[in-house]
């Protein structure tokens, strides 16, 4: 089992720049959700995604972000453009059904300069 | 706002002692998550609870739920440095369509 797989780990741009982060689900789970974590938020949902289609985009902070998820084995986070204030780790994770255990991938530390 | 409401935000012990820590929601639930975070890690899940149990082991791990206070606790029993980590509990908060409410989390720091 490979877990759940993001790209890049970290990422450094200047601001302006579009940001693209990359995320492979577990097999067979129907559930996608990007988070976002700041020492001053905390965890905060961004969009979930039931069988490739976004359910619930209400935690996107607004249009600059937007996510894709053009089949069952991969999804995109893309910010555009990037302020330094969008610096944080980007979570995605994946569960099999509603509410069971999410399997978290390892993040995207992002920097915005 | 978020679901889930950890408290001590911050618990200091030494190797051996054991670490409680409590989370409090607000809404009715299904069930009640809990995930543990390494430094720079994603969150791993530890032990999920039902609203119909009340109390759930795994290892050394000890869940409770009250879902008349709305609140559940997390003991780590004999605790080891390696329990360091920072701890999360996520509620489904109803029926939101399959979605985890997380809460900000206490940090864990178990001084060997």
């Known amino acids: 089992d490979a877990g759940v797989i993001q790209s890049p780990r970290h990422e450094v741009t200047e601001m302006g720049q579009e940001v693209t982060l990359r995320c492979k689900p577990i097999?067979?789970?129907?559930?996608l959700f990007w988070y976002r974590q700041t020492m001053m938020r905390g965890l905060e949902l961004l969009i979930y995604f039931n069988n490739n289609v976004p359910i619930d985009d209400s935690g996107m902070p607004e249009d600059r972000f937007s996510a894709k998820m053009p089949n069952a084995s991969f999804s995109t986070l893309k910010i555009q453009p990037s302020e330094p204030r969008d610096s944080a780790v980007y979570f995605c994770?994946?569960?099999?059904?509603?509410?069971?255990?999410?399997?978290f991938g390892d993040g995207t530390r992002l920097s915005i300069l | 706002s978020q679901q889930g409401e950890e408290d001590p935000q911050a618990l200091s012990i030494q190797e051996g002692e054991n670490a409680t820590m409590n989370c409090s929601y607000k809404?009715?639930?299904?069930?009640l998550q809990w995930y543990r975070q390494n430094s720079g890690r994603g969150l791993v899940h530890l032990i999920l609870i039902r609203s119909n149990e009340r109390e759930k082991h795994s290892g050394r791990l000890r869940v409770t739920l009250d879902t008349s206070k709305k609140s559940s606790s997390l003991l780590i029993t004999a605790s080891r440095a390696a329990d360091t980590a920072s701890y999360f509990c996520?509620?489904?908060?109803?029926?939101?369509?399959?979605?985890?409410?997380f809460g900000q989390g206490t940090e864990l720091s178990v001084k060997p």
């Open positions: 809404t009715s639930i299904n069930n």
């Open positions: 097999s067979g789970h129907d559930y």
């Open positions: 996520a509620t489904d908060a109803g029926n939101q369509g399959g979605k985890l409410i």
């Open positions: 994770a994946s569960s099999p059904r509603a509410w069971q255990p999410q399997h």
